[in-house]
């Protein structure tokens, strides 16, 4: 997933050409630290171009994966003592400043389950949050399925 910092504004293009621009120019690459090195010693993959200043993107050492059309997080996964084929997550909504990633929270849960046509993911504050909505995300997916499995009984009684 290319997770280019959404406050860079110019394409990969005119950033690789403004960068050898720069470089050839002296230019200094800023961090988080208000620390600044030459441009040149930075590679261009490292830094993004934004109000004006080359400034050093952070690294997130974490899986990002999108969950209802948000960017999510992972953290570690979560034990719990309850009877579903779900796995639980830590997780934390992807969040930026000028210098790349904040560090995330981990203040939300996600929620997984794998089948053979795909993985559903879902998110929510708490567990219980997370599987219910991955419930309904999968009740919608298989309705059809769940309905004539659930309802046998009652199906056959009306078509006698």
């Known amino acids: 997933m290319n997770n280019r910092n ?3 504004i110019q394409t990969i293009e005119q950033k690789s050409k403004q960068y050898t621009y720069d470089c050839a120019h002296d230019a ?3 961090s988080d630290a208000q620390t600044s090195v030459p441009l040149r010693d930075v ?3 490292d830094v993004e171009f934004i109000g004006g200043l080359w400034r050093i993107q952070s690294k997130l050492e974490h899986e990002i994966i999108k969950i209802r059309n948000r960017d999510m997080i992972l953290g570690s996964r979560l034990e719990h003592n309850e009877r579903t084929f779900f796995e639980y997550y830590r997780a934390a909504f992807l969040f930026y ?3 790349g990633p904040l560090p995330p929270r981990f203040d939300m849960v996600a929620a997984k389950y ?3 046509h795909g993985t559903y993911w879902a998110y929510g504050k708490t567990i219980a949050d997370a599987r219910a909505y991955l419930g309904i995300r999968l009740y919608d997916q298989y309705m059809d399925l769940i309905h004539s499995v659930a309802c ?4 056959q009684k009306t078509r006698k």
Do not use: E, G, Q
Request: contains cysteine.
């Open 6 to 8: 959404p406050l860079a």
């Open 28 to 30: 200094r690459a800023y």
């Open 43 to 45: 590679n261009v993959d």
């Open 97 to 99: 400043n000028c210098y």
């Open 114 to 116: 794998t089948t053979d």
């Open 152 to 155: 046998k009984n009652t199906i």
